[in-house]
């Protein structure tokens, strides 16, 4: 049957000259057009759940010194493959509840399939390898740790993901070798192997046989589960007492509950017979292990595990000020010590000789920010070839530089004339509070953009269709309620601490860590909070904006003129230069190593990506960007035109 097809298409291509298929449409759940909101709701909730879980079971597994066990090792790689697993999915199919062409690139459906099969196979071979831990310690306790020593434990961690990876790549190269040249609609929400296979018109017996030595491996893993689990029931069934039974089973039951749910769904999912095959009850059973049982995992092992119960326990008794502490301070107040009330901001003192220089440098680039950044926005708003989803994320972005700027720069300039240079606590907090957002906010706005450049130059067929208003009126509002949130959190948790020592603040604004700095309160919580939402905004943006680079990089240059390679190239060189700047700036702010750390070179870098590059913005972007030149010429005609008018 497969040769027949492969022979009919060759007869419709005749010499090799079969059509690719640029884009695939996801059918998804839109057969259920009535129920698209609340199925929206119910995965955003499953997907926050997912991450939320997962996020606290790897953060209390690093921090608890009593998780530092072989088990919780694997669990800490199992949280992150489930969160990856629904991450590959669910952001796509929520996104598609809410677009009208629901369609996904060639190259990333290839991309999504890849990483798919990379986290499902990882998770298979870490529920393997949790249960030979569990056979270890229930078989042979006397020699667990010797058997499970570290080393061992890395190899076999690295060794499922080096697999994975490598299985996950075979079918990707494989895949990528096929044509699809006929219907191009996956009755699927994602891109799996096997939907994409179905629409496929090329020959399939290599890719055939590679699947069913896949699925041979699989189902060898899932039987090396069970003969593991027989043994250990029968090591269980051999201890006398009923509690001794009872504590060492409950050891393994979450586990074994984990295991079932996966490897069960998997199953009802990919190997049923053909004959029983139902469309509604596959559609459910692969909803359950790409998106209900990795946000279950977590939950599962923290309602079922004592361990991390008490972990969790200790990690928030430690988080919270200690009663001591509290009695401690109001003994403080009562010998007159008092809480700090105002900040002194050091800024520029060390430098009083420059100091109407830098006045007046600070005071240009403002008012150029200012300059630029108005005259984007008219441009944007009143210019009618600029009604496009690139400008309009460029307004967001210009509305932000200036806020980002306004926020820092004209106290800054007041503290050049200002002998105290103080700020009051609540001035400090809310500065700090409007930073956060707007610099949370401009990550997510580039990443935007790139995503928006991605869609232009590798799918320009179906740019409008895909960067449709209301998706773009979704995406910055989500920019702006995901960096407002964030900001609050900090906001919130940095209200809590208090200030009774030394009150400068050697920065020139109040930022988050040189406040944090200052506290004589417990500031861990702060700190993983830090760690995990800046981890989040930061890997998140910074792979959407390396992802998209290099796919339309890939693109342009398989482009064959060198004109074309040159034109696409220019409509996302200065997004380019303001992402490279933005980031590499930010970069060397917060993320170098302590060792290289210098004060003079902090100072010159934090100026850069508050001050300089909020006002270069603008002008990157005209100088460098015929239509947002040619929408000013056509402002300022149409201004004299109307002077002249006047005049007459």
Same mark, same amino acid.
């Given at each position: 049957?497969?040769?027949?097809?492969?022979?009919?298409? +060759?007869?419709?291509?005749?010499?090799?000259?079969?059509?690719?298929?640029?884009?695939?449409?996801?059918?998804?759940?839109?057969?259920?057009?009535?129920? =698209?909101?609340?199925?929206?709701?119910?995965?955003?909730?499953?997907?926050?759940?997912?991450?939320?879980?997962?996020?606290?079971?790897?953060?209390?597994?690093?921090?608890?010194? =009593?998780?530092?066990?072989?088990?919780?090792? #694997?669990?800490?790689?199992?949280?992150?493959?489930?969160?990856?697993?629904?991450?590959?999915?669910?952001?796509?199919?929520?996104?598609?509840?809410?677009?009208?062409?629901?369609?996904?690139?060639?190259?990333?459906?290839?991309a999504q399939m890849h990483f798919f099969?990379?986290?499902?196979?990882?998770?298979?071979?870490?529920?393997?390898?949790?249960?030979?831990?569990?056979?270890?310690?229930?078989?042979?306790?006397?020699?667990?740790?010797?058997?499970?020593? +570290?080393?061992?434990?890395?190899?076999? @961690?690295?060794?499922?993901?080096?697999?994975?990876?490598?299985?996950?790549?075979?079918?990707?190269?494989?895949?990528?070798?096929?044509?699809?040249?006929?219907?191009?609609?996956?009755?699927?929400?994602?891109?799996?192997?096997?939907?994409?296979?179905?629409?496929? $018109?090329?020959?399939?017996?290599?890719?055939?046989?590679?699947?069913?030595?896949?699925?041979?491996?699989?189902?060898?893993?899932?039987?090396? !589960?069970?003969?593991?689990?027989?043994?250990?029931?029968? @090591?269980?069934?051999?201890?006398?007492?009923?509690?001794?039974?009872?504590?060492?089973?409950?050891? !393994?039951?979450?586990?074994?509950?984990?295991?079932?749910?996966?490897?069960?769904? %998997?199953?009802?999912?990919?190997?049923?017979?053909?004959?029983?095959?139902?469309?509604?009850?596959?559609?459910?059973?692969?909803?359950?292990?790409?998106?209900?049982?990795?946000?279950?995992?977590?939950?599962?092992?923290?309602?079922?595990?004592?361990?991390?119960?008490?972990?969790?326990?200790?990690?928030?008794?430690?988080?919270?000020?200690?009663? =001591?502490?509290?009695?401690?301070?109001?003994?403080?107040?009562?010998? &007159?010590?008092?809480?700090?009330?105002? #900040?002194?901001?050091?800024?520029?003192?060390?430098?009083?000789?420059?100091?109407?220089?830098?006045?007046?440098?600070?005071?240009?680039?403002?008012?150029?920010?200012?300059?630029?950044?108005?005259?984007?926005?008219?441009?944007?708003?009143?210019? @009618?070839?600029?009604?496009?989803?690139?400008?309009?994320?460029?307004?967001?972005?210009?509305?932000?530089?200036?806020?980002?700027?306004?926020?820092?720069?004209? &106290?800054?300039?007041?503290?050049?004339?200002?002998?105290?240079?103080?700020?009051?606590?609540?001035?400090?907090?809310? =500065?700090?509070?409007?930073?956060?957002?707007?610099?949370?906010?401009?990550?997510?706005?580039?990443?935007?953009?790139?995503?928006?450049?991605?869609?232009?130059? !590798?799918?320009?067929?179906?740019?409008?269709?895909?960067?449709?208003?209301?998706? !773009?009126?979704?995406?910055? %509002?989500?920019?702006?309620?995901? %960096?407002?949130?964030?900001?609050?959190?900090?906001?919130?948790?940095?209200?809590?601490?208090?200030?009774?020592?030394?009150?400068?603040?050697?920065?020139?604004?109040?930022?988050?860590?040189?406040?944090?700095?200052?506290?004589?309160?417990?500031?861990?919580?702060?700190?993983?909070?830090?760690?995990?939402?800046?981890?989040?905004?930061?890997?998140?943006?910074?792979? $959407?904006?390396?992802?998209?680079?290099?796919?339309?990089?890939?693109?342009?240059?398989?482009?064959?003129?060198?004109?074309?390679?040159?034109?696409?190239?220019?409509?996302?060189?200065?997004?380019?230069?303001? *992402?490279?700047?933005?980031?590499?700036?930010?970069?060397?702010?917060?993320?170098?190593p302590s060792s290289s750390y210098t004060?003079?070179?902090?100072?010159?870098?934090?100026?850069?990506?508050?001050? *300089?590059?909020?006002?270069?913005?603008?002008?990157?972007?005209?100088? +460098?960007?015929?239509?947002?030149?040619?929408?000013?010429?056509?402002?300022?005609?149409?201004?004299?035109?109307?002077?002249?008018?006047?005049?007459?």
């Amino acid at each position: 049957m497969v040769f027949q097809r492969f022979a009919y298409f +060759r007869t419709i291509y005749p010499n090799n000259k079969l059509q690719n298929v640029t884009s695939f449409i996801l059918f998804g759940m839109s057969d259920l057009p009535e129920h =698209q909101i609340l199925l929206f709701l119910i995965f955003l909730i499953l997907y926050l759940l997912n991450l939320l879980g997962n996020i606290v079971m790897i953060t209390l597994i690093v921090i608890d010194p =009593q998780l530092k066990t072989p088990m919780y090792f #694997f669990l800490c790689n199992l949280s992150f493959a489930d969160m990856c697993l629904a991450t590959v999915n669910v952001p796509n199919l929520l996104a598609n509840f809410f677009s009208k062409s629901k369609t996904i690139s060639y190259s990333g459906c290839i991309a999504q399939m890849h990483f798919f099969f990379t986290t499902g196979i990882a998770e298979c071979f870490l529920l393997s390898a949790m249960a030979y831990d569990r056979y270890v310690a229930i078989c042979n306790p006397l020699h667990y740790t010797l058997v499970m020593n +570290r080393k061992l434990c890395n190899l076999i @961690a690295a060794g499922t993901w080096t697999v994975a990876y490598l299985h996950s790549l075979l079918h990707t190269l494989l895949m990528s070798q096929l044509f699809f040249c006929g219907p191009n609609t996956i009755d699927h929400f994602f891109c799996d192997i096997i939907p994409l296979l179905k629409l496929s $018109c090329s020959e399939l017996f290599t890719n055939e046989i590679v699947i069913f030595i896949d699925v041979a491996i699989v189902g060898c893993v899932a039987f090396l !589960c069970i003969l593991i689990y027989i043994r250990i029931l029968i @090591a269980i069934l051999g201890i006398q007492s009923s509690e001794g039974r009872c504590k060492v089973f409950s050891t !393994c039951s979450s586990h074994l509950v984990v295991l079932t749910l996966f490897f069960g769904s %998997a199953y009802f999912t990919y190997l049923q017979p053909s004959s029983s095959y139902i469309h509604e009850r596959n559609r459910i059973m692969t909803v359950i292990y790409t998106v209900v049982t990795p946000m279950l995992n977590p939950f599962i092992y923290s309602l079922r595990n004592n361990d991390v119960k008490e972990a969790l326990r200790r990690t928030i008794g430690r988080r919270l000020i200690p009663v =001591q502490t509290c009695i401690y301070y109001l003994k403080m107040r009562t010998k &007159n010590h008092t809480i700090v009330t105002s #900040f002194i901001l050091f800024g520029m003192s060390d430098l009083p000789e420059h100091r109407i220089l830098l006045f007046l440098a600070f005071l240009v680039l403002y008012l150029l920010n200012l300059l630029g950044n108005i005259v984007m926005i008219t441009l944007i708003v009143n210019d @009618a070839q600029l009604k496009t989803p690139m400008y309009f994320f460029l307004c967001n972005l210009s509305f932000a530089d200036m806020c980002l700027a306004t926020v820092n720069v004209p &106290n800054l300039l007041a503290n050049f004339f200002s002998k105290s240079k103080t700020i009051s606590y609540s001035g400090c907090i809310a =500065q700090m509070h409007f930073f956060l957002i707007t610099g949370i906010a401009e990550c997510f706005l580039l990443s935007a953009m790139a995503y928006d450049r991605y869609v232009a130059i !590798c799918n320009p067929l179906h740019y409008t269709l895909v960067m449709n208003r209301k998706l !773009c009126n979704l995406i910055a %509002a989500g920019c702006w309620t995901v %960096a407002y949130l964030n900001s609050l959190l900090h906001t919130l948790l940095m209200s809590q601490l208090s200030f009774c020592g030394p009150n400068t603040i050697d920065h020139l604004f109040c930022d988050l860590l040189p406040l944090l700095k200052l506290s004589c309160s417990d500031i861990s919580t702060n700190e993983i909070v830090i760690f995990i939402a800046g981890g989040i905004v930061g890997c998140s943006t910074f792979l $959407c904006i390396l992802i998209s680079y290099i796919c339309i990089f890939i693109t342009i240059l398989s482009i064959r003129s060198s004109e074309g390679r040159r034109k696409a190239f220019s409509t996302c060189s200065s997004h380019l230069i303001v *992402v490279t700047l933005y980031f590499g700036s930010a970069y060397f702010t917060y993320l170098q190593p302590s060792s290289s750390y210098t004060h003079e070179r902090n100072r010159v870098m934090t100026v850069m990506y508050t001050v *300089v590059t909020p006002m270069l913005n603008p002008y990157i972007y005209s100088l +460098r960007n015929n239509d947002v030149k040619g929408a000013l010429r056509r402002i300022i005609a149409r201004r004299l035109i109307s002077v002249q008018t006047c005049i007459t």
